[in-house]
């Protein structure tokens, strides 16, 4: 397994902090004070938080977590201690601990992390002797170990700061500002669009002689790379968004829609180019507001306020604008194409508008009631108890992948609990580390670490083996072994594989035994029987719940996510050109089906094994939703429904969305592996759309925006029907 030399690096700090952490603890209290209990917790704690879970970030980030998981550790060793009385009321607190730890990976990456090593607390505490009177002493060597190691994540080589997403943010969005200001390169800096007033038609002469700024080579490929970069699965796990706060979720809204404004700006620069002052006027008034917020989040304050002249009052006077250009004096039309480019150009104000809107939630973080659109920022006003119990509530189903991990895992534990306690296996919770280090999200990703851990454990009980044979009850012997040993295994494991890792484990975990009480070389079997052991039962989870991992549901979440957002197409189109009833437009569900997609999207990327060129593109479905969603809340929002519309143009327009809705039940009977429904042909196949007369901004917006949806359709069309995953 070849690792990048940055990674080596990374690796090697965090196994000497680990070991300095665990042997400071450790030695003194075996050899100066003569109190086991204390360092067999001192020992542990520092490899159950330092190296068993993977917390992510910079050394004082680390150094955080570990200290909040302190008082948590010392409830789940109380616990542990309490119900190690029976082997019923053990396996009973495993699986409540197994699920709650491992379903507090809906909190976000940091809870997550921290999960395994308290796993780990429960565990050694729950196993005989049945000894509460050393509760004292097994608390006391935790607080001890934790302590250390959390000096160490800030003193002995810190893991050095990443890049905050707020700076990466900042630099997408001031580089989605310079494309704007840059978009048009035949104009210069435009007036604000408040300045232009409503039913005057600004012509090409009445536009200032400024030279435009230099474009920076911001050709439309940079712009799609750079917010690529903004996607979840390519960010460190620290640094994603993922919590269920306000800022949080603010901050993640805001990365969707930076993202979604450079690629809007990115089409802008592939389309031909087309000259009018009104969409440079706007442009002018988002290049603006993209500088603010930079500013804003390289800065962590909040935004200014925006006065009486914000986006929003900017895109009323640019719509204003539109409409008079298309009422008014039959030689001021523009042409069509210019009406199209101004189409594009709202779309781009849109999302810049919900971009500093969620910044401006996320830098204040207070609640702030009646955001809107409300549908889009539902959780500015709400409480922090409230957004977590919608949190939890939300992954409580049978789709969420995080509920799905959370009873794989307290099953397995739970039954490598009962069967270490029925059989009364010496040194049992071996058989729950096996399980839990072991255990992965596919069960052929289950059985190639199981394989290696075997063969690995076999090698390592064999050496352990030897030395204690040939040492026999020289403990100093062991004291001398212990601390490289540690060294190159928490080093060398992570680098070389899972058997060399549990080589060397097997190698330490006998050393440190060998100093607490007198072994015998049948410490490494006991080992070797209790790995097996923990294995089979991970295996048989592995195979039995869930097997494929995030596969399936990746294509069941997206399947339902298509289904629930393709009836909104027709829906807004019919509520903007009304005929009859008006559609009730409802987005929840679609909401809540997106935050389900996106986590087993996460969860799929983060599987390992290679992904083939022809593998389904599911990120744009993710992308193709929230193009939907904001055309649904937007669209009414913006554009006024005209008293009567061009009959062929309301004709041409219903007849797109609902081959569109069709096109999405197709795509979602692809992802599920059923047969199509009926087809009406690609849903590229569209009809030249309004052409004649003087269309009004209304029809454009929505050309504009079938299209685009049309146009991401047929992409993932080609991909699911390609698909070899």
Known sequence: MRVP??????????????????????????????????????????????????????????????????????????????????????????????????????????????????????????????????????????????????????????????????????????????????????????QAVGETPAGKVPAADDRPAVQPPAADDISAERLRDFGGRLRLSRLPTAERPAGAGRRDRALAQAGGAARRLLVQLARMRDAPASVDAASAAMLDRVAALCDTAATALRGGQPMPASGTMGLGAA?????????????????????????????????????????????????????????????????????????????????????????????????????????????????????????????????????????????????????????LLAVGHHTDAYAVVLAPAMLAAFALGPMLGVAWAQALFTLVVSAAFAQIAHVSWQLAEVRLIDVVTGSVIGLLCGLLAWPTGARREVHRNMAELLRAAGPLIPATVRVLLPAGPEPQLTTLPVLHRLRLAEAAYLQFESEPGQRPAAATDWHAVLITANDILLGVQLLPRFDTPPAAGRPDDVAWARAVADRLELATDRIAAFCEGEGPPPSNGPPTGLSPGPRHGRPLPLLMDLEHWLRVLAAELAHIERSVTARVD
């Not at 704690?45 to 302190?70: C, F, N």
């Not at 030689?331 to 150009?345: F, G, I, K, M």
């Not at 849109?350 to 207070?366: F, H, K, M, P, Q």
Request: glycine share 10%; proline share 6%.
């Open 5 to 190: 030399k940055a990674d080596r690096t990374t690796i090697v700090h965090r196994a000497v902090r680990v070991s300095v952490a665990s042997c400071a603890g450790f030695y003194p209290f075996v050899y100066a004070v003569d109190r086991p209990a204390v360092a067999l917790y001192a020992l542990f704690a520092p490899v159950a938080l330092g190296m068993l879970s993977p917390i992510p970030g910079s050394g004082r980030v680390r150094a955080g977590v570990i200290l909040r998981a302190l008082p948590v550790g010392l409830v789940l060793v109380t616990l542990g201690t309490v119900l190690a009385v029976e082997t019923w009321a053990a396996v009973a607190g495993m699986l409540v601990v197994g699920f709650l730890l491992a379903f507090a990976a809906v909190g976000g990456p940091l809870p997550a992390g921290a999960a395994p090593g308290l796993q780990l607390f429960y565990i050694l505490a729950c196993f005989p002797p049945y000894a509460p009177g050393a509760l004292g002493e097994r608390l006391a060597g935790l607080t001890l170990g934790v302590l250390l190691l959390a000096a160490c994540e800030v003193l002995l080589l810190p893991a050095p700061t990443t890049v905050s997403y707020r700076e990466l943010l900042a630099d997408a969005v001031a580089l989605a500002g310079r494309a704007a200001a840059t978009a048009d390169p035949s104009a210069g800096r435009q």
């Open 315 to 467: 895109i009323d006077e640019f719509q204003a604008v539109r409409t008079a250009q298309t009422t008014g004096p039959s030689e001021a039309a523009p042409p069509l194409q210019v009406l199209r480019r101004q189409a594009a150009v709202l779309a781009i104000a849109e999302s810049a508008r919900i971009l500093e809107t969620s910044v401006r939630i996320g830098l204040d973080g207070r609640r702030t009631p009646g955001v809107r659109p409300q549908e889009l920022f539902w959780y500015a006003g709400l409480t922090s108890a409230r957004l977590w119990w919608r949190r939890v509530a939300g992954n409580t189903t049978l789709r969420s992948v995080q509920f799905q991990n959370a009873v794989r895992i307290a099953l397995g534990l739970g039954a490598a609990r009962l069967v270490a306690g029925s059989l009364d296996l010496t040194h049992g919770f071996w058989v729950l580390l096996a399980v839990l280090t072991l255990g992965r999200t596919t069960a052929t990703e289950t059985w190639s670490a199981v394989r290696s851990a075997l063969i690995g454990t076999l090698v390592g009980a064999t050496a352990a083996g030897a030395l």
